[in-house]
């Protein structure tokens, strides 16, 4: 399906256009999926291959050109789990590092996020967290662990607690 695309669009702009191994393989699995609401039909599928076309080094549509794609969708499409993870993404680390992100990141960073956001403190967040690799180790600073980790996309606790406020 997205190679018919890709090649009508290579037509019209007379450029070729491949999608990585990982990252075929992650759209398509998106646009097979139960959840793929394809509300503009084939309009859809031309438009989000012409824009991950466009954005592309080389001609090489990218996992992370896909994994934005599928935000976008899914968010048009009124999915509120990813639009939601979007906006929480884009709320806590700003919406200039997100195109900056792996997929792998964002996926991971939104999972933790909203496990901070459903504790009460740094230290029952961490124990939902790590609560498997606490019990092997002899000594344990998790709540160090996810500082840091938060730190690493320039996330500190105080911005969850506030932003815990506002949901409540």
């Not at 990252?23 to 084939?42: I, N, Y």
């Not at 048009?76 to 900056?100: N, V, Y």
């Amino acid at each position: 399906m997205p190679d018919f695309e890709l090649d009508q669009y290579a037509r019209k702009t007379r450029r070729h256009f491949t999608f990585s191994k990982e990252a075929r393989r992650e759209f398509l699995d998106f646009t097979l999926a139960p959840s793929a609401a394809w509300k503009g039909k084939f309009r859809d599928l031309n438009a989000a291959v012409a824009r991950m076309s466009t954005l592309s080094a080389g001609g090489r549509i990218s996992l992370e050109a896909v994994g934005e794609e599928i935000e976008r969708l899914a968010a048009s499409w009124g999915d509120p789990s990813h639009a939601k993870a979007a906006d929480r993404l884009t709320d806590f680390a700003g919406p200039e590092a997100i195109p900056a992100m792996d997929l792998f990141d964002r996926a991971q960073l939104n999972q933790v996020l909203e496990v901070c956001l459903r504790s009460r403190s740094l230290s029952e967040a961490r124990r939902m967290l790590f609560g498997a690799s606490r019990d092997r180790k002899t000594t344990s600073n998790d709540a160090d662990r996810l500082r840091k980790y938060l730190g690493r996309f320039g996330i500190e606790w105080a911005q969850i607690a506030e932003q815990q406020k506002v949901l409540q």
